[in-house]
């Protein structure tokens, strides 16, 4: 048996055997478009059918039109566009400090940073509420927005990581041109960084988009409602369980990350990658 043969006889098996693993992942997806088009007794038969019969369109219809999801959509759209460009101004800031400025404490000060990634948010849950509690924020979206304007320790750490890659004959010399610190953060290193940026974007807004615990506890004012507090509140306010119409709204939610992420995937890994080294 040639070289190559063995390596296509090996792709093969490793093919085979990462197919069930890949089955068991994209099954939930495969049962969340079947009964997004089947009626209700159609899902709760067993075994389940996951071809749709008849196919029901009228559950999109039916579904958006018990709650104003185009109104949720709506919210969770300005809180995530919000978000993505005030975290990553900041994260692209704090990633060039820490990657090219000079200052006593500066490794210390970063390891603190990234210690953060090991904190879980319900630690920090109850202090959060009293502070925005007492700053009159319940209600509002600025709980979550502001909060993330510290760039995120994650985000911090990829712009550092791209910004120590690049040369520093590129920084000397706009220093030489008489460029300050920030115009070289601004005009050289801003552009160069439009992968990790396009990385960062997508997955702040993917982040934010399928947040549902912090605006659970800030929001209380249903118009205030994000996409996530919405499809929480479709099912307790049906009076049942109308999986059909749940699964249909769940699809339009779905979608926008999932087209942003098909469109700007190749950014996404590259941005990574390149952070990486």
Sequence with gaps: MGRRSRERLYKAIALL??????????????????????????????????????????????????????????????????????QVLAASMAGYAFARMQAPGKNLLFILVLSTLMLPYTVTMIPQYIIFQRLGWIDTYLPLIIPHFD??????????????????????????????????????????????????????FQNSWQELLQPLIFLHDNSKYTIPLGLARFRSSYGSSPWHLIMAVSIGAALPPVVLFFIGQRFLLSGIVVSDK
Excluded: K
């Design 17 to 86: 055997l990462l197919l069930p693993g890949i089955l068991w992942v994209l099954m939930p997806t495969v049962w969340m478009f079947s009964a997004a088009f089947s009626r209700l007794e159609q899902i709760m038969r067993w075994p389940p059918d996951l071809w749709p019969d008849p196919w029901v369109f009228s559950n999109f219809y039916e579904g958006f039109a018990f709650l104003p999801f185009g109104r949720y959509f709506m919210n969770s759209t300005q809180i995530a566009v919000i978000r993505v460009m005030g």
């Design 151 to 204: 760039g995120g320790a994650f985000f911090i750490f990829l712009f550092r990581q791209f910004f120590r890659s690049i040369p520093d004959e590129l920084t000397e010399a706009a220093r030489l041109d008489g460029c300050s610190y920030f115009g070289i953060y601004w005009r050289m290193m801003l552009p160069l960084s439009l992968p990790v940026i396009a990385a960062s974007s997508i997955l702040i």
